[in-house]
T-cell receptor
């Protein structure tokens, strides 16, 4: 069974731009969560989607948004990029809601210049 | 909101040494507990998990962890480490699905483990 895939793997953007990252979960998994990983803050929860609805959201500004499609694929969007948004963005999928273990993708490395 | 504390940020051991990485969490209710590992250049992988039952859980690659409820701890152990265990280790918690208000996995800051040959 294929794992979680994320595209693109690397991205360089400038301040003020917006970016869209994509995540394809493991086949059959319906829950997708997004995390931001930085050296200073570590791994922080962004949001979770299940059945095309955002179920939970972490403590991030409204510039961070996402959506989930009927095939469970998910995208996250960051608008008006700031230097501090430079991070590894990880997507994780699970069969159902958070009570099951999550399987992580390789991440998208976003650099904001 | 729950929080996770990993006491050791950097650990250096020699091969065959025993390993114990500390993890404490703060949360007033029942939690699910996890250890994830991130090998150099690879993505996060689940090492082991605890949902309920026997507090001593065994994971992949000879790792085990013990849940001590009274101490809010979930320490990771391995009797004899190998050079290939060099990686970043993350402890994580989340409460069982309670139907709303959940915060996803809460991770500790990680422990960078280096095994010297």
């Amino acid at each position: 069974k294929a794992g979680v895939t994320q595209t693109p793997r690397y991205l360089i953007k400038t301040r003020g731009q917006q970016v869209t990252l994509s995540c394809s979960p493991i086949s059959g998994h319906r829950s997708v969560s997004w995390y931001q990983q930085t050296p200073g803050q570590g791994l922080q929860f962004l949001f979770e989607y299940f059945s095309e609805t955002q179920r939970n959201k972490g403590n991030f500004p409204g510039r961070f948004s996402g959506r989930q499609f009927s095939n469970s694929r998910s995208e996250m969007n960051v608008s008006t990029l700031e230097l501090g948004d430079s991070a590894l963005y990880l997507c994780a999928s699970s069969l159902a809601r958070r009570s099951y273990e999550q399987y992580f993708g390789p991440g998208t490395r976003l650099t904001v210049t | 909101a729950q929080s996770v504390s990993q006491h050791n940020h950097h650990v250096i051991l020699s091969e065959a040494a025993s390993l114990e990485l500390g993890c404490n969490y703060s949360y007033g209710g029942t939690v699910n507990l996890f250890w994830y590992v991130q090998y150099p250049g690879q993505h996060l992988q689940l090492l082991l998990k605890y949902f309920s039952g026997d507090p001593l859980v065994k994971g992949i690659k000879g790792f085990e962890a013990e849940f001590i409820k009274s101490k809010f701890s979930f320490n990771l152990r391995k009797p004899s480490v190998q050079w290939s265990d060099t990686a970043e280790y993350f402890c994580a918690v989340n409460p069982p699905d309670s139907g709303g208000g959940a915060d996803g996995l809460t991770f500790g800051k990680g422990t960078h483990l280096i095994i010297q040959p």
